[in-house]
């Protein structure tokens, strides 16, 4: 498997393997993982009985939640303007 494209004279088909980047792919979630997590730390310590709690455990605990809003939120808003932007360019 390589990632250089190959093009192929006698039939005139380019192809490429391309691989999923997991490393840049979570760190591009950092900053909406951070933000959202300082939402979910307010929300737990001022409106839920977790205030007595450490807010590690708090951070942990809420940890579905904020992957899945993470997730929701990267793909439906950070990723569209991104594409958005980039056909804009063209």
């Known amino acids: 498997m ?3 494209p190959r093009c192929f004279v006698d039939t ?3 192809s490429v393997t391309w691989s999923q980047d997991k490393v ?3 760190v591009a979630y950092l900053p ?3 933000v959202i997590s300082l939402v979910w730390a307010i ?3 001022e409106l839920t009985p977790l205030r007595y ?3 590690l455990i708090d951070i942990i605990l809420g940890s579905p939640v904020i992957w899945v809003s ?3 939120l990267f793909r439906e808003y ?3 303007r991104v594409l958005i932007s980039m056909m804009t360019l063209e």
């Open 2 to 4: 390589t990632k250089e």
């Open 12 to 14: 005139g088909i380019c």
């Open 24 to 26: 840049r792919q979570y």
């Open 32 to 34: 909406t993982v951070a």
């Open 43 to 45: 929300f737990a310590f």
């Open 53 to 55: 709690v450490n807010p």
């Open 70 to 72: 993470n997730e929701t």
């Open 78 to 80: 950070v990723l569209m």
